[in-house]
């Protein structure tokens, strides 16, 4: 069993920048491909970035391009969520997520089959 745990959020200004991390443990992660989603109070959950097993390959939807950055540390089983330039529409509970099966799209949140509890960021006007 994986346990994965966020953390980093909280308030910031419009223009702030925040930094999340999540840590995994149980067994390691190397070889699967992590995700980061968010999820806003009455909308469905969407992906805001993803970061295959060697790092090598990222995806970022338009909304977030630009101004977040997806890393990944396989020797510490951490994944990483640099986010500049924040919006309040950036406001949301932020999640990562472990995609184990090959199968599915990466973009998709019902391919991911761990997920840690949130960690909630704001970004104030």
Known sequence: QVHLVEFGGGLVQAGGSLRLSCSASGRTFMTYTMGWF??????EREI????NWTGGSTY???SVK????????????????????????????????EKVLPSGSPLDPGSYSYWGQGTQVTVSS
């Open 38 to 43: 968010r999820q806003a109070p009455g909308k």
């Open 48 to 51: 805001v970035a993803a970061i």
């Open 60 to 62: 970022y939807p338009e």
């Open 66 to 97: 630009g101004r977040f950055t997806i890393s990944r540390d396989n020797t510490e089983n951490s994944v990483h969520l640099q986010m500049n330039s924040l919006k309040p529409e950036d406001t949301a509970t932020y999640y990562c997520a």
